[in-house]
């Protein structure tokens, strides 16, 4: 069970950081990811985190997103700066198991590979 927020109507150059907290399931060792989908488009991953701290970002955001976590409070972050209109889309939050790639563990990459989705919150960026 994972819940997102933080959300909102932000001006064009602006930040936001929104919050995923997880519950009801011990997600120690899973990955950890954002997506996106606007109207019309396919969900596409955002960033990722893995249980080591690992992260990694889509070239449209890297250098104005980041992605991290606090174990403690089992909650998920995507700190967003520098946003621009083209990040306008429904946010959702990720988590499940590493994949085994030839015998190391790396996260999913695809939405079908993750199996707990929150319900998303919207952001949206005006000019």
């Known amino acids: 069970h994972v819940v997102e927020s933080g959300g909102g109507l932000v001006q064009e150059g602006g930040s936001l950081r929104l919050s995923c907290a997880a519950s009801?399931?011990?997600?120690?060792?899973?990955?950890m990811a954002w997506f996106r989908q606007a109207p019309g488009n396919v969900r596409e991953g955002v960033a990722a985190?893995?249980?080591?701290?690992?992260?990694s970002y889509a070239d449209s955001v890297k250098g104005r997103f980041t992605i991290s976590q606090d174990n403690a409070k089992n909650t998920l972050y995507l700190q967003m700066n520098s946003l621009k209109p083209e990040d306008t889309a429904m946010y959702y939050c990720?988590?499940?198991?590493?994949?085994?790639?030839?015998?190391?563990?790396?996260?999913?990459?695809?939405?079908?590979?993750?199996?707990?989705w929150g319900q998303g919150t919207q952001v949206t960026v005006s000019s």
């Open positions: 990720a988590a499940d198991r590493p994949l085994s790639v030839a015998g190391t563990l790396t996260c999913p990459t695809r939405a079908y590979e993750y199996n707990y």
């Open positions: 985190i893995e249980s080591d701290g690992t992260t």
């Open positions: 009801g399931y011990n997600y120690n060792g899973y990955c």
